[in-house]
């Protein structure tokens, strides 16, 4: 196996971090400052790198929001001492807000629907979380939908706030302030490729902006689910409902378009299978020691896929968004998968899945 030499040394970005965090400080203070982790045992070739964001202390990417949600509501007035934070979650953007407002005092509230891990939601409530659950099969546009749910209850509970993360511009923006300016200087300069699962689009359109601002040749690819409604969108601008199915992969797409998905920073959208995704999170705990989520193995499922197009002297990042012990009794569960018929083929093919 040829390992191919890094682009970069690793070391020196990640190192500061230690030199400059405070002594004693909140757990929130050590959101961020991931580290970036080579891929030789999956990329043997190919200068690929994930950014391993369950390090964060909430196990998922979505601390950052957050954390940049909540500071920003207290600094507007919007969420008061002894309010109370309400949101519709697939349960990582709830775990950090669980956290937050553990730490700082506040009631939280989360409303998912009933197709999200038991994991998450045992998580929820053990950080002390409301969970109030709907039914799968409303579309968010209907008021027993959890966005429905979130909304009213926003306007039942006094002193509430709605952090309502699919239009709230700080999504978006805690990605370009830290996600990308840290892959940025840990890259010294040199990613060439992002690649990231797009569901709510913040990730993903935060960190490219800030690294199209400095790279404009950078290429960004999302991942996307069969089913999703994203890939058509960003082809044809027109949001087609009768394209949009059913499919299992948590976090990779969406059935609606989010506002805080900016279609133009992302170069393009690569369809990613329910099985392929499942397959290749598997692959990176047994074969690379990194235990991830659903949207973790559909990006570097995407890697996986365009490979080809990634030079030797280019520096790819994925983006590693949760931690796959959320996943136990799904991905990481052969009777689960074996239910659902992903068991059949290893994730190694380099061509596109085609419904």
Known sequence: MVVPKPCFT??????????????????????GHTPLATLPNLFARQPILAKIEYLNPGLSI?????????????????????????????????????????????RFICCMHTGHSKEKIKLLEAYGAEVHLSDKKYPREHPQSSHGLAARLNQEIANSYWVNQYVNPENPNSHYSTTGAEIWE?????????????STGGTISGTARYLKEKNPRLKVWAADAYGSALADFHQTRVFDASRVKSYLAENVGKKFIPETLDFDLIDEFVK??????ALMARLAARKQGLLMGYSSGAALQVARQKQAEIGADDCAVVICADHGSRYLQTIYNDEWMQQNNLLEKEPVVEKQVHD
């Open 10 to 31: 690793l070391a020196p970005a990640v190192n500061r971090i230690y030199v400059t965090m405070p002594r004693f400080s909140p757990l929130s203070a050590s959101i």
């Open 62 to 106: 979505k601390d950052r929001i957050a954390l940049s949600i909540v500071n920003h509501a207290e600094a507007q007035g919007y969420l008061k001492p002894g309010g109370t934070l309400i949101e519709c979650s697939s349960g990582n953007t709830g775990i950090g807000l669980a956290i937050l407002a553990a730490e700082r005092g506040y």
């Open 186 to 198: 840990q890259t010294q300069g040199q990613v060439s490729h992002l690649i990231a699962s797009a």
């Open 272 to 277: 990613v299978s329910d099985q392929d995704a």
